[in-house]
């Protein structure tokens, strides 16, 4: 069975620092996607990423950066120079791709709350 | 686009009572999925659509709950009796691929 494990369960910066969020996952497949999901105080589920199994290069959009590396399965999502305004939870997923392109379950982390104090 | 909508928002109920939420998908998407979120258990995948067939419900928690999507603008999820346990906050979301998925602002449920 896919499992996603995000150890931090909170963590508190102050405005500017960086900060780094990790995410262990557990697959038994060879082909699989990984997701960044953000949820803001105001509830709703924002998608910041996907990554697939296949793709070990890193990426960074603005401030936001991802380091997967499938040796040691995880996919940490680091904000650079956070501001107040990332202040949320932030959840790791796992889909696992059931032959061909049927869909697999997508296994959400318990999530990260991150706390940027100004 | 609007993006995933759900109704109501807020929704209240005593214990007993049938609670139906509503959720409209991304015009266009094939696939909808139905989410529950606790404190104690965090996201969970109850069901699954594509193209308004179920696909997987194992994660339905017991036959209280129905999901029905009866076209690809629409899906319902009803539970019948509600009981305190079910509070939670709801989620429907889509896509178009079955990769990544759009959520809705969700519905808070709460049973007293």
């Known amino acids: 069975a896919q499992k996603v494990t995000q150890a931090q369960t909170e963590i508190s910066v102050v405005e500017k620092e960086d900060v780094t969020l990790d995410c262990v996952y557990e697959t038994r497949d060879t082909t699989y996607y990984l997701f960044w999901y953000k949820q803001p105080p105001s509830g709703e589920l924002v998608f910041l990423i996907r990554?697939?199994?296949?793709?070990?290069q890193n990426e960074i959009s603005g401030r936001y950066s991802w380091n997967f590396q499938k040796s040691t399965s995880s996919f940490n999502f680091t904000i650079t120079a956070s501001q107040v305004v990332d202040s949320a939870v932030y959840f790791c997923a796992l889909s696992e791709l059931l032959g061909g392109t049927s869909y697999g379950k997508l296994t959400f982390g318990q999530g990260t709350i991150l706390t940027v104090h100004p | 686009d609007a993006g995933v909508i759900q109704s109501p928002r807020h929704e209240v109920t005593e214990m007993g009572q049938e609670v139906t939420l509503r959720c409209k998908p991304i015009s266009g998407h094939d696939y909808l999925f139905w989410y529950r979120q606790t404190m104690m258990r965090g996201l969970e995948l109850l069901i699954y659509f594509n193209n308004n067939v179920p696909i997987d419900d194992s994660g339905m928690p017991e036959d209280r709950f129905s999901a029905k999507m009866p076209n690809a603008s629409f899906s319902t999820l009803k539970i019948q009796p509600s009981e305190p346990r079910d509070s939670a906050v709801y989620f429907c979301?889509?896509?178009?691929?079955?990769?990544?998925?759009?959520f809705g602002p969700g519905t808070r449920l709460t049973v007293t």
């Open positions: 990554r697939n199994s296949f793709d070990e």
């Open positions: 979301a889509s896509s178009l691929t079955p990769y990544e998925q759009y």
